[in-house]
């Protein structure tokens, strides 16, 4: 079912930091970064050769992000992200099979623009995993 690795997501308490030790001291590429409201982050795109790891940082009072951090206070990885070809069908069998899918179970518009959806960390080896239609 699932494909490439789309994204690794780390929350950071300092995105402006986070950017730096990615492009100075690992040599990365970074992009600016781009506050997303919907999802309550403002993000970095670090683009590596075969993937992207996103450097979150809370944005607004409601954010996912900002309780995740106030756990883990100097960041921590936050989800990993898979392809999939097909979301409404990965959704169907991932249910099928007893998964739990967070959330009202309809698939919405990720950070890149595509439908997304995320699973049970429960499920998944104390790993949140979001699914992306590609
Ligand atoms: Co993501």
Known sequence: MIGRLNHVAIAVPDLAAAAKTYEQ?????????????????????????????????????DSPIAKFLSKNTSGGMHHVCYEVEDILAARDQLIKDG???????????????????????KDFCGTLVEIEQV
């Not at 996103?54 to 009072?61: C, Q, S, T, V």
């Not at 899918?101 to 623009?113: C, D, N, Q, V, Y």
């Open 99 to 121: 998964a739990k899918i967070l959330g009202s179970g309809e698939p919405r518009i990720g950070a890149h623009g595509k439908p997304v959806l995320f699973l049970s960390p």
């Open 25 to 61: 001291t690992l040599g990365a590429k970074v992009t600016a970064p781009k506050d997303l409201p919907d999802h309550g982050v403002t993000v970095v795109f670090v683009e590596l050769p075969n993937t992207k790891i996103e450097l979150l940082h809370p944005l607004g009072d």
